[in-house]
């Protein structure tokens, strides 16, 4: 059993610019998520039993998010390179308008999700899923994953054996969570 949590909001979510490995510090609105997300996880938990590990991307977003979890959820934790967000390169941080204008012609022919992998030094799409399919081989414990919104599209993705563009357009909710049980993803909202 897999409990995969997005971070909650942060400013640079409600301003559209890309974090990748950049980070940038949660909202109020995301402190609430984080929390209600907990509130959730310990619900889901205490029904399911079982003792859980918990294992979080280093990056401060969901650092962040994971402390928020651990005030409602006495869990140890460890932190997990695996779970980083998709890097865009010389792209992180910023905007698509940004990109467009520093990068004349790189996003031609993209679409809403796939422009993240046409960054001329950014992680391609066969690494993150190559990441992420070594994730998924090393969870032999029943664990909660606090993680990003591309990656976590691309976890989901290959959990579910789906094609690149089913996967890009699976919903990142940062109010709710996914459990990956059984090769069945059951969307959890709060």
Request: charged residues 25%; negative net charge.
């Amino acid at each position: 059993m897999i409990y995969l949590v997005r971070h909650g909001e942060t400013l640079w979510n409600t301003l559209g610019r890309y974090q990748g490995i950049k980070d940038s510090p949660l909202t109020p609105q995301g402190v609430r998520q984080a929390n209600t997300v907990a509130t959730s996880l310990r619900r889901e938990i205490s029904e399911s039993g079982q003792s859980f590990e918990l294992r979080v991307s280093p990056l401060g977003r969901t650092q962040e998010t994971a402390a928020l979890l651990q005030s409602i959820l006495p869990i140890n934790k460890s932190d997990d390179e695996r779970l980083m967000e998709v890097s865009a390169g010389s792209w992180d941080g910023l905007t698509k308008f940004e990109i467009e204008n520093e990068f004349p012609g790189m996003l031609c022919g993209s679409t809403a999700y796939d422009w993240y992998f046409k960054s001329p030094d950014g992680e391609s799409f066969d690494q993150a899923c190559d990441r992420a399919r070594a994730w998924l081989t090393n969870i032999h414990k029943p664990t909660i994953a606090v993680s990003h919104g591309l990656f976590g599209r691309i976890l989901r993705g290959v959990y579910l054996g789906i094609s690149k563009e089913e996967m890009l357009e699976l919903t990142v909710p940062q109010d709710g969570f996914f459990a990956l049980e059984k090769g069945e993803v059951r969307a959890v909202c709060c």
